[in-house]
């Protein structure tokens, strides 16, 4: 199985400051013949289902705000809040769909 | 707006078998875009993918619970279908269904639409 570690466990960040949460996996989930990185991250917030934020790495979902970016390749990947927002809060996985075994992050809590 | 929810026992005796059903609604199960998959949560911890089904029947499974589950489709209702059997304490988590993005070449990739999830408890 691909290993997803992220980092930090949590974090408390500021209102309007910058949130940067960290993901590795055990090798690399980037497909050569599409140049595609096979990873996505999620928001979950307390008592509801985890929300896809970002796809292929760094490709927003429909109605995302745009302050949430995704950046890596090969093995590390970063999921950015460039201004953290009091509804923000909550706790972010990463999740890679390189290998049919889909292994998700143990998660990042982001706090204020 | 595509919808799906989960429906089952919240309650399973150890050793005993979960079942949960997840109804979709607002789209088509019978869709080649998508398959259909389930993922647990254990109280107060990380997300674990349980295994995914496309409309044909062709499924995948987590390699580490394989030899205890089971998921199946019902496209004449809408529906696929989770069952995990010989349960412990171990598998008491919020279970939840899924909408699994595929574009017919690879395996299937991140999920879109999520249900809200249920409860279920394995307890004597």
């Known amino acids: 199985d691909i290993v997803m570690t992220q980092s930090p466990d949590s974090l408390a960040v500021s209102l309007g400051e910058r949130a940067t949460i960290n993901c590795k996996s055990s090798?690399?989930?980037?497909?050569?013949?599409?140049?595609?990185?096979?990873l996505g991250w999620y928001q979950q917030k307390p008592g509801q289902p985890p929300k896809l934020l970002i796809y292929w790495a760094s490709t927003r979902e429909s109605g995302v705000p745009d302050r949430f970016s995704g950046s890596g390749s090969g093995t590390d990947f970063t999921l950015t809040i460039s201004s953290l927002q009091a509804e923000d809060v909550a706790v972010y996985y990463c999740q890679q769909y390189y290998s049919t075994a889909l292994t998700f992050g143990g998660g990042t809590k982001v706090e204020i | 707006q595509l919808q799906l929810q989960e429906s089952g026992p919240g309650l399973v005796k150890p050793s005993e078998t979960l079942s949960l059903t997840c109804t979709v609604s607002g789209g088509s199960i019978s869709s080649s875009s998508y398959y259909w998959g389930w993922i647990r949560q254990p109280p107060g911890k990380g997300l674990e993918w349980i295994g995914s089904?496309?409309?044909?029947?062709?499924?995948y499974y987590n390699p580490s619970l394989k030899s205890r589950v089971t998921i199946s489709v019902d496209t004449s209702k809408n529906q696929f279908s989770l069952k995990l059997n010989s349960v412990t304490a171990a598998d008491t988590a919020v279970y939840y269904c899924?909408?699994?993005?595929?574009?017919?070449?690879?395996?299937?990739?991140?999920?879109?639409?999520w249900g809200q999830g249920t409860l279920v408890t394995v307890s004597s």
């Open positions: 089904i496309f409309y044909s029947g062709s499924t």
């Open positions: 090798q690399s989930v980037l497909y050569s013949s599409n140049n595609k990185n096979y």
């Open positions: 899924a909408r699994h993005r595929y574009d017919g070449n690879d395996s299937p990739y991140y999920f879109d639409y």
